[in-house]
């Protein structure tokens, strides 16, 4: 724990901990020492973690990295990051990450941008770790932490995992509890651990999930011993190729990559077959309808009343400017833009055109994945992001359906409520990493960890 602490002060440049709490760290650590020497050590005992701000952690500032929830303390802990404490582990602070969990470079954070520790080769310029997660990526890349939290909604785990060379699982919507965790788009978000190995996914993953009777859609499934599904046997495994994944325009590193992946899983034993998931290409579409339509309604609570800030006032002001003006300085743009698109696809004229449209997408996007497990397929081998990590600054605000475009290979699954992982798959020709993701059935994550375990 102190050797973490002395990491992350030295690595302010990362901006990656908005929060640190190392007095509590170091109780935390003492405590965790007491009890591996009474030799009743739980699986994390003593091992260091950071905490995305999206969590609510009790009496430590929580602010999903928004200036809106500026000063906000929760009276409260978030099941996971209790579930985390209990286990053992060793909060060192919060994580940044992109505001509300909306972006997929860190660029939209009221603290300013976490920074990747990685460099294209022979170049200086600042990268993105990936967001929304991408303070989490950045700590665990950098060795500032063994493991973070993340969350998923879109892509939020796996494609910072991939842009930073670590490993990211988003489970089964419905795994891990979602109470205490502010919410984006509550039937997608799902939160998953971010680690340095499979292995560690396998332990943390166990330590976070698990049904929690304040999250009504948190499964009640008992919790698999994950690590020991672990055994690198996948043989006789069906790995599906799907098609649509196979895009125009993709970089030649990647599409080898993919290739070096089913051939590494077919060596293991595997067998790779061609799918075909007909609907991926509506997939983007589907979830930026989706998503800013729950986020519009699940950020009406930002009133100024309830809490954080609420913008000074002037004489003759009522509850309206009171609303109008707490929310225009405390939302940034890209949330503001969710709302305003999510108010818009809701509104009782363009209901049925967008957001039932969507939801019915939504549908058939599941039943692809349905119809290809039903042929036998064990899991889904794709690319886990169109590139790699693209540096700060180059995707600009004014076109922000580039920025969407990043997550084209992972909201597929947060539509279907499947398991996803990323795992880094080696480097492309400027040094960067790049991360493959495997797409699993729903609750089976320990195979899932497994197949991944074998491309490691
Ligand atoms: N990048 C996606 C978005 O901006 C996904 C974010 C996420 O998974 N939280 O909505």
């Given amino acids: 724990t102190e050797a973490c602490l002395k990491a992350i002060d030295a690595a302010d440049a990362l901006n990656a901990f908005v929060h640190k709490t190392p007095e509590m760290a170091i ?16 699986s994390m005992c003593g091992l260091p973690v950071g905490i995305k701000d999206l969590f609510c952690t009790k009496g430590v500032p929580s602010q999903a990295a928004s200036g809106i929830l500026e000063g906000f303390k929760p ?14 582990s060793v909060m060192l602070g919060k994580l940044n990450m992109d505001e509300f969990a909306m972006g997929s470079s860190n660029e939209t954070s009221v603290y300013g941008n976490a920074v990747s520790p990685w460099r294209r080769d022979g170049d200086t310029a600042e990268l993105t770790p990936g ?15 063994l493991a973070a939290t993340g969350t998923d909604t879109g892509g939020s785990i796996r494609q910072p995992a991939a842009f930073t060379g670590t490993v990211g699982i988003k489970p089964t919507y419905g795994r891990c ?5 502010v919410a984006f788009a509550s039937s997608l978000d799902q939160a998953g651990p971010m680690t340095k190995s499979v292995r560690d996914a396998a332990i943390m993953l166990e330590a976070m999930c698990g049904h929690d ?20 046997d996948i043989k006789g495994k069906k790995i599906g190729i799907p098609k649509e994944y196979r895009m125009d325009g993709m970089p030649g590193g990647i599409e080898k990559l993919w290739a070096d992946g089913a051939e590494m899983l077919k060596a293991a034993g595997a067998e790779i077959v061609d799918i075909s998931l007909p609907h991926t290409k509506y997939a983007l579409p589907a979830y930026y309808v989706i998503a800013p339509a729950e986020a519009s309604s699940n950020l009406a609570r930002y009133d100024g009343v309830r809490y954080g800030q609420r913008a000074a006032l002037e004489a003759g002001d009522g509850i309206t400017e009171m609303y109008e003006k707490t929310r225009a300085e405390g939302f940034g743009h890209e949330v503001q833009r969710r709302v305003m698109v999510g108010t818009y696809v809701l509104s009782a004229g363009f209901y049925d055109a967008y957001y039932n449209r969507a ?11 349905e119809d290809a497990f039903a042929a036998g397929v064990d899991a889904i081998l ?35 409520g499947l398991p996803g992982i990323a795992v880094p798959a080696g480097l492309d020709s400027q040094g960067l990493p790049l991360g493959l993701q495997l797409i699993g059935k729903p609750w089976e994550e320990g195979d899932l960890l497994n197949t991944a375990y074998a491309l490691e």
């Fill in 177 to 181: 509890s979602r109470w205490g965790i």
């Fill in 27 to 42: 109780e935390r650590a003492k405590a965790a020492d007491l009890r591996i020497k009474a030799g009743e050590a739980p």
């Fill in 131 to 145: 967001g929304s997660s991408g303070g989490s990526a950045s700590a665990v890349a950098a060795d500032l932490c």
């Fill in 75 to 88: 009276e409260y802990e978030s099941t996971v990051s209790q579930k985390l404490a209990d286990a053992g």
């Fill in 213 to 232: 009777p304040k999250d009504s859609t948190s499964a009640e499934l008992a919790v698999p011993d994950f690590e020991a599904m672990l055994t690198g």
């Fill in 359 to 369: 939801r019915r997408v939504r549908t058939l996007i599941k039943k692809d994945f």
């Fill in 382 to 416: 794709t690319p886990a992001t169109p590139s790699a990590a693209f540096g700060l600054g180059e995707m600009t605000d004014a076109d922000p359906v580039q920025m969407y475009l990043n997550d084209v290979f992972t909201v597929t699954v947060n539509l279907a």
